[in-house]
């Protein structure tokens, strides 16, 4: 058996972020307006660090008015929501993120629902959730790690995707509920599994697109994949690793790569897949939030 083709989300990624800076120019040029991303993160947990940093780099590596907002661990509730409320009423802001988790103190609910829909670029917002699950994505922003799978399977599988099976495993609303709608409006047969489904392993077989976003390190089994499917790994996971020396670690996805390289028909790795498209999409729907505010036509959809 061939191995299966590596789907390379870097390379991608790094497409989608030129293609969206070549058009932040083109709305500097004709509008002499920058798309405005702001990012707020609470408190000082280090991955969050990190993402928050990389999306900040990000937006100014594509020509946006970045703005990042680090507030204090003990911040009150209060204080987050009326932050948020300024960025809402702030012209020049077009996107805001508040990085999860909050500090549990604070209703990450209620400041979810206090961004503006039209500048909800995680797509977190019930109104945006409510446009995807209606069918209505191109007048929603759609949560970016769902968005980038789609880019990632549609560069990968050509269009359409129609009348193709398609497995999630994951319930999430970040990930896996979104995916499913995003499938399902591509006119995929979706089915969702969880960790409670019955035959967890034949529902994967039976499947010509595998999205696996359960958050259990290689827990989906090569010998689950249909032969020749299309694998999206969107877990990312650090699992001890001895044999790199003593307290090493490493990221592994939610598949099982090594095993499943050798059945599956196209996969992405772990680092370097999915991993990169979440900030590339937050790109595209920073963009995508400014033209719509700015009251522009909408460009050719990059998904
Ligand atoms: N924390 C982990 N993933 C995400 C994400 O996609 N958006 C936000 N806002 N926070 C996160």
Not at 144 to 171: F, Q, W
Not at 224 to 236: N, Q, R, S, Y
Not at 244 to 267: C, P, Q
Not at 275 to 291: E, F
Request: glycine share 8%.
């Amino acid at each position: 058996m061939p191995q299966a083709k590596i789907i390379d989300g870097k390379a991608i990624a790094d497409s989608v972020r030129e293609e969206i800076a070549r058009r932040a120019a083109a709305l500097l040029k004709a509008t002499g307006k920058r798309p405005g991303l702001a990012v707020v993160l609470v408190g000082e947990d280090p991955a969050s660090q990190v993402y928050v940093r990389n999306k900040d780099r990000a937006a100014e590596a594509c020509g946006f008015h970045s703005v990042k907002h680090t507030l204090a661990t003990e911040t009150g509730e209060e204080d987050v929501l009326d932050l948020v409320e300024k960025l809402n009423n702030d012209p020049d802001i077009h996107g805001i993120l508040v990085q999860l988790p909050l500090p549990p103190h604070i209703d990450e609910s209620k400041v979810l629902r206090l961004i503006r829909p039209e500048k909800d670029v995680d797509g977190f917002h019930p109104i945006n959730v409510g446009l995807l699950t209606a069918g209505e994505r191109d007048s929603a922003l759609v949560p970016c790690t769902p968005a980038g799978s789609l880019v990632l399977l549609k560069r990968t599988l050509g269009e359409p995707l129609a009348g193709l099976s398609a497995v999630v495993v994951g319930r999430s609303n970040i990930v896996g509920k979104p995916m499913a709608s995003l499938l399902l409006q591509e006119s995929c047969t979706v089915t969702i599994a969880h960790s409670r489904t019955k035959d967890l392993a034949d529902v994967v077989r039976s499947a010509d697109i595998t999205v696996a976003a359960v958050g259990r390190p290689e827990m989906i089994k090569g010998s689950w994949i249909k032969p020749g499917a299309t694998v999206i790994d969107v877990g990312i996971n650090r699992i001890p690793a001895p044999e790199r020396g003593e307290g090493k670690t490493r990221l592994v996805g939610d598949v099982a790569f090594d095993e499943a390289v050798e059945v599956a028909g196209a996969i992405t790795p772990v680092p370097g897949g999915v991993g990169p498209m979440t900030i590339a999409m937050l790109m595209v729907n920073t963009l995508t939030a400014a033209r719509r505010l700015l009251g522009l036509p909408e460009e050719d959809a990059l998904f």
